[in-house]
């Protein structure tokens, strides 16, 4: 069961319950109320999902006109887990896990997630979305049409309730945009296996080895908003520069490219 509330009717009105004065209130439910107010930066759909260590209680997706609201959901007294994230795109939801199909890069993927203390007749917790992706960009000195760029790796999700990367098959090859850049997205990563396959107009590949390069930059995987990364390939000299983006410039930088 949910409603929704103006976010200043929520602060003031006090909440009825369900339960009469007389009976033992730790049966009753407890109306959560979520403040999506600052997710329209980030995206024009958020997708609720709640939990208790026992069950389900709910999942919900809620459209940009309702952010200014105050979304509620009737849930069970006691510690209630949820996850808010944006629209996944073509990558598919498992479970509690966003995982990225072979063949394609991740998401522009925010999500944010929260144990909230239900014990009362109303809570109330702000979503507060964080980038769960870098937005990559190769720039490769003197190439043209026929050089081709392939990443992969080992991580290709997120799971949803620690926000933490998943194992999977990640194998991507971007296309050359008209600036000469070949651009890609990538979920967290939970090692350095990334490696980035580059053929030059002689056929001949070339593997870098991208998650050492990004690493060794000092770039943090499990940063609560990853930043975004740019580099530039010398292929005759198989010289490598990195830089880190920060995301804040990023969010900027991912929509031009």
């Given amino acids: ?115 909230v203390s239900a014990y009362g007749e109303t809570v109330t917790d702000r979503v507060s979305l964080h980038k769960q992706y870098a937005a990559v960009a190769v720039r490769i000195e003197n190439a043209d049409d026929s050089f081709g760029v392939t990443v992969r790796g080992r991580w290709a999700g997120l799971d949803l309730d620690t926000l933490e990367p998943v194992g999977g098959t990640f194998l991507h090859s971007p296309g050359r945009t008209d600036d000469g850049v070949w651009y890609f997205r990538l979920m967290r990563q939970g090692d350095d296996s990334l490696v980035m396959d580059i053929t030059g107009r002689d056929g001949h590949t070339v593997p870098y080895e991208l998650g050492w390069m990004i690493r060794s930059t000092g770039y943090d995987w499990s940063a609560e908003d990853l930043d975004d990364i740019f580099l530039g390939v010398d292929y005759a000299t198989g010289e490598v520069s990195v830089s880190v983006i920060p995301w804040e410039e990023g969010l900027v930088y991912d929509e031009l490219l």
């Fill in 1 to 115: 069961m949910k409603r929704i509330l103006p976010f200043t009717a929520a602060l003031m009105l006090l909440i009825p319950s369900s339960c009469s004065v007389k009976e033992d209130r730790d049966g009753c439910p407890c109306w959560m109320q979520i403040d999506l107010s600052s997710c329209s930066r980030y995206t024009d759909q958020v997708c609720l999902k709640g939990w208790t260590d026992r069950e389900s209680v709910f999942g919900v997706h809620v459209p940009e006109e309702e952010f200014p609201l105050t979304h509620e959901e009737e849930v069970p007294r006691g510690m209630v887990h949820y996850c808010a994230h944006s629209d996944p795109g073509e990558s598919s939801i498992s479970g509690m896990s966003v995982l990225v199909r072979e063949g394609e890069q991740a998401p522009r993927l925010y999500a944010y997630r929260a144990d």
